[in-house]
Nanobody, 125 residues
Framework: QVQLVESGGGLVQGGGSLRLSCAAS????????MGWFRQAPGKEREFVAA????????YYTDSVKGRFTISRDNAKNTVYLQMNSLKPEDTAVYYC??????????????????WGQGTQVTVSS
């Protein structure tokens, strides 16, 4: 049974940085896409960034381009989200997710079939 476990959330002042981690435990799988999503209170879950595990291609939503960086560590089976220049509007619960068997990035949360428990990110003004 594969599980995704996020860590690294917290409270930070505007302009600050945080790095989120998502470790996959259990049986490894081959082709997949790892994504980060976020959900603010009263809002729908939205796509943030994703990476194709095998090739390393990445994609970001416009609002985080130039500020967030997604990366992965093959040896640790871990994906990271480095978040810089954080803004209050980045406040949300952040989730990592896996689209197993995929080689193309989708921004729809419906196609991701494995999710972590989420980690809270709060950015103060």
């Amino acid at each position: 049974q594969v599980q995704l476990v996020e860590s690294g959330g917290g409270l930070v002042q505007g302009g600050g940085s945080l790095r989120l981690s998502c470790a996959a435990s259990g049986r490894a799988f081959s082709n997949y896409v790892m994504g980060w999503f976020r959900q603010a209170p009263g809002k729908e879950r939205e796509f943030v960034a994703a990476i194709v595990w095998s090739g390393g291609s990445t994609y970001y939503t416009d609002s985080v381009k130039g500020r967030f960086t997604i990366s992965r560590d093959n040896a640790k089976n871990t994906v990271y989200l480095q978040m810089n220049s954080l803004k209050p509007e980045d406040t949300a619960v952040y989730y990592c997710a896996a689209d197993r068997g995929a080689s193309i990035i989708s921004t729809s949360p419906r196609v991701y079939d494995l999710w972590g428990q989420g980690t809270q990110v709060t950015v103060s003004s």
